[in-house]
């Protein structure tokens, strides 16, 4: 897997229904890395870790019960008396090339081996190193834990000779060179190291891997997983195998089936894939369910190990994407009484102010929800202490009407007494909200046109002037909206609603005096118009006709010129190239025109053999 980290899309790093696991190199980013992809419904790892030798830890180290191994089966300790002490088991897993995983059944490990690379000394020393590194990774595995181990990954190495295309000459051009039997195809290392790895049929290597592909196809050929794709090598499966699924012995009975999938492209390599069975019979004929000893949980689902890519900061909400940062606001409500619809639906807020404020009359107090909710009087008497409708508004004109409230205010009392809410102070509130949000409700969305900048501004009525007219006159206290427009008898909430009306009818206005084009704007536009208008073709000067515009494709110094000629020119002009006398095909070009469109037609040839065009001459021999 060739990507980073960063260059993950959120599809890729945490896709729906799966748990994603990434091992990206440190120091080249791209240049290799592995990934695993478990289905969430079907099971999830007990463990997993990054790396073959325990070194890789994430920003919060994993704890020895979250590794897969204990400290003795890692390959540091495997291989501490085998004269390997010059191993860097740091760089070896800096390359993300593997990921292990506890299954519970057995452990997966997925691995990338290196290739062959540029063949320096260095790179062939990195890559025999990370085979003995990951032989001694399985040995700690089976030989010390007693686990059943899957490897699975690009091996880059062939097992057997039939695992090649050229596996054949490879052995007879060793016996030309003297060599015995097959030295020839096992010449390389690598292949060396992957034939004493498996467990062979006659006995002749004691490895722990059983190549389960080949297991069950022993004697299929052209059975390749990589090709060389610059000589479109797949097409004629010119290839070699060097991608595997490798088991222990344990797993045999559990193996339904194991093959490629050629016929699935998208890279120079093809799928392998394992199939288990989802139950067995063991030998005393007990059922062996696959999941339950995988671990798989389903009430409650069990979480992944902490190495997953949902608990990535980016994905996990601990840490914001960029693409936030230029998302949508969300829209809020510019009506804050556009919830007064019931006492259940206010929230009694008295208790969240303190006490000692509202005693020393710094603050008002605070509304209740029996106090604001329901249609209020002109004659307002005081605190409400029953919840009985008010009584009908009196005959006297309500701008000579005084509440008694407002004299309350005056007195010492009167920090104590709960103010209402009156029509009028909604109204003036709505009326302000609506002054300071017009701005934001005129302006268009995107980036302003171009003609906008040629129209003449309009002039508006100031909108607070205009909304205060509509709402009402501002009163001081606790006075009901003198105003025709409003009935002083109707609910806080009608009365709103009467104002946003005016508003919004305001709006539409403005917006229909703004849409109405100027002289002026009509002018610009039409020069803007002329102005970016494409050049027209121009008519023929012998035939009369409108002209076409071409271009010379032919090699040669005429090569891209642009040019104008109509359709009659062009097929007289192709005959002219191909003939050798001119004069009869000017005669033809000529007849029935007059003398000054003879004398026209007559000036397109120069005395060099030029046809003179628009865009400067091209030779005859280039059209």
Known sequence: MKSSRSGLSKGCAVPPSYHAFFSFPVAKSGYSGVSTYVRAA?????????????????????????????????????????????????????????????????????????????????????????????????????????REVIVVGDLNACAAIIDHCEGQLMVSRGLAEGLQGEEGFWGKESRRWM??????????????????????????????????????????????????????????????????????????????????????????????????????????PAEPPRLASKFWNEYSGK?????????????????????????????????SVPESLIARGAIDPPLSASESVGPISSNFSGPSTSSSLPPPPSSTPPATQKSPASKASQSPGAAAVKRKLTVDTLARNSSSKKQKNKPAAKKQPGQATLVSFFAKPNKTQSASSTTTSLVG????????????????????????????????????????????????????????????TPVQPPKCTVHGEIAKELTVTKPGPNKGKKFFICSRCELLLLQLMSSADMDPLLDQLGQGMTKDARKASESMLTPSGDVIISSGPVRLDDK
């Open 42 to 146: 079907s099971s999830v790892p007990i463990k997993a870790e990054e790396g073959l030798c325990r070194v890789l830890e994430p920003k919060l180290p994993l704890t020895d019960d979250e590794h897969v191994s204990h400290l003795g089966a890692y390959p540091q300790c495997i291989l501490s008396d085998s004269g390997n002490e010059d191993i860097d088991y740091k760089d070896l897993d800096s390359e993300g090339r593997s990921l292990v995983f506890d299954f519970g059944l057995f452990v997966l490990i997925n691995v990338y081996c290196p290739n062959d690379g540029n063949g320096t000394d260095e790179r062939n020393k990195y890559k025999a190193d990370f085979h003995t590194v990951l032989e001694a990774r399985v040995k700690g595995l089976v030989e010390i834990e007693r």
């Open 195 to 300: 034939r004493d790895w498996m467990v062979s049929e006659d006995g002749t290597s004691c490895g722990h891997m059983i190549d389960i592909t080949r297991r069950l196809s022993p004697d299929r050929k052209g059975m390749y997983t990589c090709w060389n794709t610059k000589i479109s090598a797949r097409d004629s499966n010119y290839g070699t195998r060097i991608d595997y699924i490798m088991v222990t012995r344990g797993l045999l009975p559990w193996v339904k089936a194991a093959d490629i999938q050629p016929h699935i492209k998208g890279s120079d390599h093809c799928p392998v894939y394992l199939d288990l069975y989802d139950e067995i019979v063991d030998a005393t004929g007990v059922k062996i369910n696959l999941q339950e000893v995988m671990g798989f949980k389903t009430n409650p």
């Open 319 to 351: 840490q914001k994407l960029l693409q936030q940062f230029f998302g949508k606001l969300p829209a809020t409500s510019s009506m804050a009484t556009s919830n007064l619809t019931s006492s259940a639906e206010l929230p009694d807020h008295k208790h």
């Open 473 to 532: 006159t501002p009163t001081t206290g606790f006075d009901t909206i003198d105003s025709p427009d409003v009935d002083p008898g109707a609910g806080v909430k009608d009365s709103v609603i009467d104002a946003d009306h005016h508003l919004a009818l305001l709006l539409s206005a403005e917006e229909a005096e703004l849409s109405q084009p100027s002289a002026d704007f009509a002018i610009a536009k039409q020069a803007w118009s002329a102005l970016m």
